[in-house]
């Protein structure tokens, strides 16, 4: 039989082997899958729950039992488990039946419906980023005395590189957003147009895309007469225009200087109609500038066969063609 010391050297290498998996994962999503799925060989816990606390003061939890996941929001108690556990009063207890009745704290369950047995032993410590308190992480057992102040120790260990996990996947996804990004607008930029638009192509439905490009007629007189801040103003509106028209499935971007994109899972008759519609609110929603403002618009829908390339070539020459004949939008 392994002695204590033995045990808990074996702990520390599965910590080990643990945290590399931590901060493997690109994305804060995939730590926390990384955390369910490698948990179980560190403690002998059959419920494991994240509880990251949220600006109101409620708890998004994710919570592991058995093979099952569950999400749900719990609101905020004045003095609960997590509160309590957040502000460090509470570490564990491996009878939380009495600890609750001492204390008069009301126990609640994340999933009602669950026919797996009360959790009897409970630990939770804080989950810090930047020293920062964010949330809590805890272990449960359905078995009484089930944790000891070893446990405790190797739970706050993973909390504290569970923090640095989560911190450093934010980042990351934080620096690939902004790199697709448009600063100004909010919109996808150039490149996201690009990676977006050959993915839509090879989509599942087939590829039934079609792509408008727009640009502002006469956007250079907007700099010239009343200055860069109101050319950024209107550019900012139009991003706007195409975050409400593009609908819960189409994209905009901004490809740079006054010219844009949308990319819309449509064919050509539907996909012209939600332009006009834009086209209508822009000629009924105020400006944020006293010049008369003016889009000019060009649609291509995609064919089998059809490169990416190809249709913004199409789209492009009729938003041009468009211009020229002064019209906003060439009929279908």
Known sequence: ????????????????????????????????SALHEQIGTLFTAPVTLLALRQPDGSWQCLTLEGQDTHRKVLPAQADGLLERALAGKLTYTNDLFVYAREHRLELRSLDPDSNLPYSYSWMGVPLQQGGQPIGVLSIQSYVEEAFTDDDLEFLRLLSTHLGIAIENAQLRERLEHEARTDALTGLGNRHSFVHSGERALSGPEGGTVTLAILDVQNFKRVNDDLGHPAGDAVLGHIGELLRRHAGPNGQGFRLGGDEFACLLPLPMPQAHARLRALLNEAETDPWPVPLPVNLNIGLAEHRPGMSFETLVREADARMYHAKLRGVQLDPV
């Open 1 to 32: 039989m392994p002695t204590r010391s033995e045990a808990k050297l074996k702990r520390y290498r599965l910590l080990i082997s643990l945290m590399a998996a931590l901060v493997s994962r690109q994305r804060a999503d995939e730590v926390l």
